[in-house]
């Protein structure tokens, strides 16, 4: 085998066993919480993750296709669910250089694939600090109070988003790196159209967190409000508060003051261990879906076809 299989078989060797290993890790944890939950608001909920992290995928592709590169469905699925396994190996940087590798069979030149996986997190980062901002302020009130310095951050994402902003950055930086500047700039449809996917995972999110919140004893259309806000709170306080891995710790409290009007304290805690099993149980039920998707439609493209980008250049050595 080439050295490039092998060290893909590799990642997804170790990105699944880490990944498998953090499921199996907490379930101690979670077992009494999931006791508590019917088997209709467990799947529901794990339903409701995959429907997030395909919006998830969505917005990456999008972003993507703005830069010059779309991608036909199943590839940038696996590209996508595949790569974000890398989040559960220690170091930061494994799931953009997954991403980065297997866009170069599809002819996705690095800088654009690193661009458009960073542009994730500030889209991600303002569009749930904006769902925190109208759910939880009235709701939960002073349980959320210490974390309202996160509404600062709004404005000036707002502004570092613009097409302008976003162009003049990623290009200084390839500059830097004496790369040449992007083929082709960022948008405003594009930014706009990757906002609304993101919406749409914070909806399907919020969603998957009612379930288990209604599951442990707080169902009506307050605790479903709650629980939207909660889950992006959590995410975006994990985010910005980089000294905690993956957000660990910092989410829970999070999360757990945002659920106090509705549960208690020994329940939020339940749900937000809960809720973090079935988002890592949904990264690994994406990833395989994904895989078999793509394999389906490799086997469908002619033999002797050769991926190319969307300029019509071969993909890059």
């Keep these: 085998m080439s050295g490039r299989k092998v060290f893909r078989l590799l990642f997804l060797a170790v990105a699944l066993g880490f990944g498998v290993w953090a499921v199996a890790s907490r379930w101690t944890e979670v077992s009494e919480g999931f006791a508590r939950l019917s088997w209709p608001e467990l799947g529901g909920s794990l339903l409701a993750v995959i429907a997030a992290l395909g919006c998830g995928m969505m917005m990456w592709r999008a972003l993507l296709a703005d830069l010059g590169s779309p991608l036909a469905l199943p590839h940038a699925a696996k590209i996508f669910f595949v790569g974000q396994l890398g989040k559960y190996i220690p170091g930061s940087l494994w799931p953009v250089l997954a991403q980065m590798e297997m866009g170069r069979d599809h002819g996705i030149p690095r800088a654009r694939s690193a661009t458009a996986f960073f542009l994730t997190y500030p889209v991600y980062l303002g569009s749930g600090l904006l769902t925190a901002a109208v759910t939880l302020p009235v709701l939960a009130g002073g ?45 405003r449809r594009g930014v706009l159209v990757a906002c609304g ?34 889950f992006a709170l959590a995410w975006c306080l994990g985010f910005v508060v980089v000294i905690a891995p993956a957000g660990v710790g910092v989410r829970e409290v999070a999360m757990v003051a945002a659920l106090a009007p509705v549960l208690s304290q020994d329940a939020a805690i339940a749900a937000t261990l809960c809720s973090r099993l079935i988002v890592s149980v949904g990264d690994l039920v994406c990833a395989a879906l994904a895989g078999i998707a793509a394999r389906g439609a490799a086997a469908a493209t002619p033999v002797g076809s050769r991926a190319v980008s969307a300029h019509g250049d071969p993909p890059e050595d």
């Design 143 to 187: 349980s959320v109070a210490r974390f309202a310095w996160l509404l600062l951050l709004i404005p000036v994402l707002a502004a570092v988003l613009h097409p302008s902003v976003v162009n003049w950055g990623i290009n200084r930086g390839l500059r830097l790196l004496r790369r040449p500047p992007l083929e082709r700039p960022l948008t």
């Design 197 to 230: 996917w993101a919406f749409g995972g914070w909806a399907a999110y919020g969603v998957h967190l009612a379930l288990i919140v209604r599951g442990l004893g707080a169902p009506g259309p307050r605790a479903a409000l709650l629980s939207l806000g909660a």
